[in-house]
């Protein structure tokens, strides 16, 4: 069974295209210069409507992550146990992503960097250990 796809809106194509094109790519608010991920339509901010895309270095720290040793959908069942972890990457915005190492190694403050993975169609912005230290 083939896992859920995302499927790109006008809202976040810039996103996905971005994945395809090899670079992680962010929002930010014209107003407030606030930054952010997912992409939405008003600032969370300060809620303007006007916005532009900045494209991320791809260097973060993990904040935090979850082990699933349960899968909740039947594509996930040969990945367990797996990590869903919140990065926030350098330019500010926070992602919910996978960090690929050893489960034992994630670390709070862990320097990671942007690792582009497809699986079958779907691109996907995941993040491996830096060896930047803390």
Request: a negative charge; hydrophobic letters at 35%.
């Amino acid at each position: 069974m083939s896992a859920p796809l995302a499927v790109a809106n006008d809202i976040d194509e810039f996103y996905w295209t971005g994945l395809h094109a090899g670079e992680l790519r962010y929002q930010y608010c014209d107003q407030c210069d606030y930054s952010w991920l997912p992409a939405r339509e008003h600032c969370p901010n300060c809620l303007s409507a006007t916005s532009n895309w900045r494209r991320s270095g791809g260097d973060g720290r993990i904040i935090s992550w979850v082990i699933y040793h349960v899968a909740y959908h039947e594509s996930f069942k040969d990945k367990l146990p797996y990590n869903v972890s919140i990065v926030q990457i350098d330019e500010g915005p926070r992602l919910l992503t996978n960090v690929i190492a050893s489960l034992s190694s994630l670390r709070i403050g862990a320097r990671v960097k942007l690792r582009i993975e497809y699986e079958d169609t779907q691109v996907l912005a995941r993040f491996e250990l830096s060896g930047d230290g803390e």
